[in-house]
């Protein structure tokens, strides 16, 4: 079975940065998109950024177009999340999830496996 496993989270302070990595075994990598969601305390789950199995065509919510980067780095058979001018409303329990990336990604659809979540805390 896989199940990705996240690090990188953490405490840090608005305007600052964090970078998340999402492993998995690089043969899943290699042809499965990764997708990251997020879900604060009382909230709905968000997907937050997507990059494909094929081509590596990223997507990201409106909330974090421009802060977010996502990218794959298959020779360490990671896939990270970088989050620059992080704000108060970026706190949240991030979950990391592989499969098929498709239009509804973030909506968790084709989503095969998922990772147990890493808290994120951006204090004001």
């Known amino acids: 079975q896989v199940q990705p496993v996240e690090s990188g989270g953490g405490l840090v302070h608005s305007g600052e940065s964090l970078k998340l990595s999402c492993a998995a075994p690089e043969r899943t990598l290699q042809h499965l998109g990764v997708a990251w969601f997020r879900q604060a305390p009382g909230k709905e789950r968000e997907g937050v950024s997507a990059?494909?199995?094929?081509?590596?065509?990223?997507y990201y919510a409106d909330s974090v177009q421009g802060r977010f980067t996502i990218s794959r780095d298959n020779a360490k058979k990671t896939v990270t999340l970088q989050m620059n001018s992080l704000k108060p409303e970026d706190t949240a329990v991030y979950y990391c999830?592989?499969?098929?990336?498709?239009?509804?990604?973030?909506?968790?659809?084709?989503?095969?496996?998922w990772g147990k979540g890493i808290l994120v805390n951006v204090s004001s």
């Open positions: 999830a592989v499969g098929v990336v498709s239009w509804s990604w973030a909506e968790g659809y084709g989503m095969q496996y």
């Open positions: 990059i494909d199995g094929e081509v590596d065509k990223t």
